[in-house]
Each structure stands twice: as C-alpha cells, then as structure tokens.
C-alpha cells in the first residue's frame, strides 16, 4: 500500500505513463 501511494503522487505528473501506471495498478490490487 505504501508504494501505492508514493508512486500515485508522480503518476499526476506523467500523465504518458498513467495507461501504464492504471494496468499495474489493477494487477497489483488482484494480487493483493
């Protein structure tokens, strides 16, 4: 959860990579 938090700060500031970001996002909250 913590690492969630730190990265969605920056995810605002890289708006390219929040496609990315998005999908991992998911895939790590299934895993968890």
């Given at each position: 959860?913590?690492?969630?938090?730190h990265?969605?700060?920056p995810?605002?500031?890289?708006?390219?990579?929040?496609?990315?970001?998005?999908k991992?996002?998911?895939?790590?909250?299934?895993?968890?």
């Amino acid at each position: 959860i913590n690492e969630l938090s730190h990265v969605n700060i920056p995810v605002m500031l890289l708006p390219d990579d929040f496609r990315a970001y998005s999908k991992l996002k998911v895939d790590n909250h299934l895993f968890n």
